[in-house]
C-alpha cells in the first residue's frame, strides 16, 4: 500500500519559513519524480514544486521562485519542501504526490499518489 505523509505545516507570521516534508513507503521512491502542490479555500490545486527522480532537476511555480527549495532524499524516501519569506497568499494546504511520468509535471491529474495534505497558514 503506497502512502504519502506530509508533515512540517503551521502557523508562521509573514516574512517566516516552514520546511515541509512528505515521507512516503509502498513505493520504488527513486523511480518517480515528486512534485508539490497546493490548494487554497475555493481555489483549484496549484502546482508548487517538482523535483526528479535523482534530484538533479528542479521546477518552480513563478509565484514561489526565489523563495521555494525543494530537496530530496533517496534513502529516506523523502522530499521536502522549503519555503522562506512567507506571504499570506501563500496560506493552503499543501499536498505532495508522486508521478511515475516525467512529461506535464506541473498537473495534477499526471500523478500517481497523494498525501492527506498539511496546512500552512500565513498571518499578516
Known amino acids: 500500500q503506497v502512502q504519502l505523509v506530509e508533515s512540517g505545516g503551521g502557523l508562521v507570521q509573514a516574512g517566516g519559513s516552514l520546511k515541509l516534508s512528505c515521507a512516503t513507503s509502498?513505493?520504488?521512491?527513486?523511480?518517480?519524480?515528486m512534485g508539490w502542490f497546493r490548494q487554497a479555500p475555493g481555489k483549484e490545486r496549484e502546482f508548487v514544486a517538482v523535483i526528479s527522480w535523482t534530484g538533479s532537476s528542479t521546477r518552480f511555480a513563478d509565484y514561489v521562485k526565489g523563495r521555494a527549495t525543494i530537496s530530496r532524499d533517496n534513502a529516506k524516501n523523502t522530499v521536502y519542501l522549503q519555503m522562506n519569506s512567507l506571504r499570506p497568499e501563500d496560506t493552503a494546504v499543501y499536498y505532495c504526490?508522486?508521478?511515475?511520468?516525467?512529461?506535464?509535471?506541473?498537473?495534477?491529474?499526471?500523478?500517481?499518489?497523494w498525501g492527506q495534505g498539511t496546512q500552512v497558514t500565513v498571518s499578516s
Open positions: 504526490a508522486a508521478t511515475s511520468s516525467s512529461e506535464e509535471v506541473t498537473i495534477p491529474r499526471t500523478y500517481d499518489y
Open positions: 509502498g513505493l520504488t521512491f527513486s523511480s518517480y519524480v
